[in-house]
Every structure is written in structure tokens, then in C-alpha cells.
């Protein structure tokens, strides 16, 4: 069962647009953090936000963590062909067996063209 | 550059072989996470290591084991390779046994043929 559902899962858009990739749950996280992948490369770690209510930018990135913490969004602002990449949601929880969870989003194919 | 270093880079093997993947872990991490990659699949959690211990386990097969050493690096072994293991394998590493930032390497490149 995935309990990170990431929206769009594909987006292509114009260079200087804006855009917003959501990712959705029905569990509370006690955070969650947002990756970007390259092709053949490693996830790189972009922000963690952990209150509910948090908005966090990071240059033309906004972040933001839902009132409840089961939900964050991202919203990039003039986007540019630099910003292409898949995108991965990430939320920790504690388990029911008193150990961490770490789960992955369903991710998000953001392609700019100039 | 995270600091976690992954070899090898690319790794071609026959059906039915046995391969291991290496990871060394970030200067002073103690937690080592195993993830398996397929093409435009998300990432897979398999295994995670803490100091030498395993922490916790997601969807690893019976086939594949993994072990972290007493210097903190960390090995996955597959065995009895499918076609279907052709995937990246990531390795990534935090500092606590509960720490929710992880810093990837590069990935194996595993081709199973």
C-alpha cells in the first residue's frame, strides 16, 4: 500500500511558468521531506519541514507542510530548465512496533523546456 | 557530493548469479538505508543498518541479505538474480537510528541478463 500519493505524476511546462506538486496522505507524519532525482543519480534532500502550518523557501521553492502533517505541497515559481528532475515526497513516522518508517512518495516527472 | 560513496557503479551479470553492492556511509552517520530503484518506479525501501544492527525492514526479497560491518560500511548481497532485479540500487546514510534525512550515493546500476 502507498501511502504517499504524489500529484501530477508527469508535467511538462514552459520555461518561467509556475507549478505545484502535491503529495497526499491519510497518515500524519512527524515530517517529511522533499527530494529531487537527475537520471542515473541519487535523490538530493531539498527541505524538511516538521509543524504542522510550515511554509519553508528554499530561492524559488516554496514547501509547505499541511495543518494535519498529512500533507505538504511544493510550489516553484519561474521555472527553469534547471529544475527538471523527479521529485520525491518523503514522510517519517513512528510505527506501531515503536520503529521508524520511512516512506517514499509515488514521485513527480517535472520537465521544463526552454 | 553527499559523501556516501556506492561501488560498483555499473554491474552486468547472468540470471541465477550472486552479486554484492557496497556502501560507505557519510563521516559519522550510523545509519545505513538499502533502496531498490526499477525504471520510473519510485524508490523502494529494503533494509536499514544501525550501528551494526538491523533496524528495520521493508520489501526485501529472501533472496537478497544485507550486513553493515563494524567500520559502518554497509553490503547488500543479491543472489539467485532474476531478469526483474535489474534496477539502481541506492544506498543512503543519516546520522541517528531515527533521523529522517538521508543523503543518497550514487546508485549500482544493476543489469541482470
Known amino acids: 500500500t502507498q501511502l504517499l500519493e504524489q500529484s501530477p505524476q508527469f508535467l511538462s511546462i514552459q520555461e518561467g511558468e509556475n507549478l505545484t506538486v502535491y503529495c497526499n496522505s491519510s497518515?500524519?507524519?512527524?515530517?517529511l521531506q522533499w527530494y529531487r532525482q537527475e537520471p542515473g543519480e541519487g535523490p538530493v534532500l531539498l527541505v524538511t519541514?516538521?509543524?504542522?502550518?510550515e511554509v519553508k523557501k528554499l530561492k524559488r521553492l516554496t514547501f509547505q507542510f499541511g495543518d494535519a502533517r498529512k500533507d505538504s505541497s511544493l510550489h516553484i515559481t519561474a521555472a527553469q530548465p534547471g529544475d527538471t528532475g523527479l521529485y520525491l515526497c518523503a514522510g517519517h513516522k513512528l510505527g506501531v512496533t515503536g520503529t521508524y518508517k520511512y516512506i517514499f512518495g509515488t514521485g513527480t516527472r517535472l520537465k521544463v523546456l526552454a | 557530493d553527499s559523501g556516501v560513496t556506492q561501488t560498483p557503479k555499473h554491474l552486468i551479470t547472468a540470471t541465477g548469479q550472486r552479486v554484492t553492492l557496497r556502501c560507505s556511509p557519510r563521516s559519522g552517520d550510523l545509519s545505513v538505508y538499502w533502496y531498490q530503484q526499477s525504471l520510473d518506479q519510485g524508490l523502494q525501501f529494503l533494509i536499514q543498518y544501525y550501528n551494526g544492527e538491523e533496524r528495520a525492514k521493508g520489501n526485501i526479497l529472501e533472496r537478497f541479505s544485507a550486513q553493515q560491518f563494524p567500520d559502518l560500511h554497509s553490503e547488500l548481497n543479491l543472489s539467485s538474480l532474476e531478469l526483474g532485479d535489474s534496477a539502481l540500487y541506492f544506498c543512503?546514510?543519516?546520522?541517528?537510528?531515527?533521523?529522517?534525512?538521508?543523503?543518497f550515493g550514487p546508485g549500482t546500476r544493476l543489469t541482470v541478463t
Open positions: 543512503a546514510s543519516s546520522a541517528g537510528s531515527g533521523s529522517y534525512e538521508q543523503y
Open positions: 519541514v516538521v509543524t504542522g502550518g
Open positions: 497518515s500524519v507524519f512527524s515530517s
